[in-house]
């Protein structure tokens, strides 16, 4: 079961970190990437990303352990979620010594 868990919340990691990479890649805009900021390497390493979250959730075996899969891979896309939300690819990249692109300002 346990191998079920972990693979769940790796795919769930994966995913969710996919995503803003893939949406913003396709709307033609930059975001903070290791690869590089610009859109086309954006929708690149988004979908490559989704694909491999979908390689490693069918790993995954969740038909074995549902249950728990499906926890895993919710508390896995909750990571990284909490990780985009604060502005973590921002903090990454200037770790990194890599330029940012500019961060759209926050509505409240």
């Known amino acids: 079961m346990w ?3 972990l693979l769940s919340a790796l795919a769930g990691v994966m995913g969710a970190n996919a995503v803003p990479h893939f949406v913003k890649g396709m709307v033609g805009e930059q975001f903070p990437n ?11 390493a988004g979908t490559l990303g989704l694909a491999l979250a ?10 074995a352990h549902a249950l728990a899969g499906i926890g895993g891979a919710v508390a896995g896309a909750l990571l990284m ?13 200037s ?5 940012n692109p500019p961060r759209a300002a926050a509505t409240r």
């Open 34 to 44: 290791v690869w590089g900021n610009d859109s086309l390497r954006n929708a690149v």
């Open 95 to 99: 770790a990194l010594g890599l330029a």
């Open 81 to 93: 979620a909490v990780f985009h939300g604060l502005g973590g690819a921002y903090r990454l990249n």
């Open 3 to 5: 191998h079920t868990v």
């Open 54 to 63: 979908v390689l490693i959730g069918y790993w995954a075996d969740l038909p």
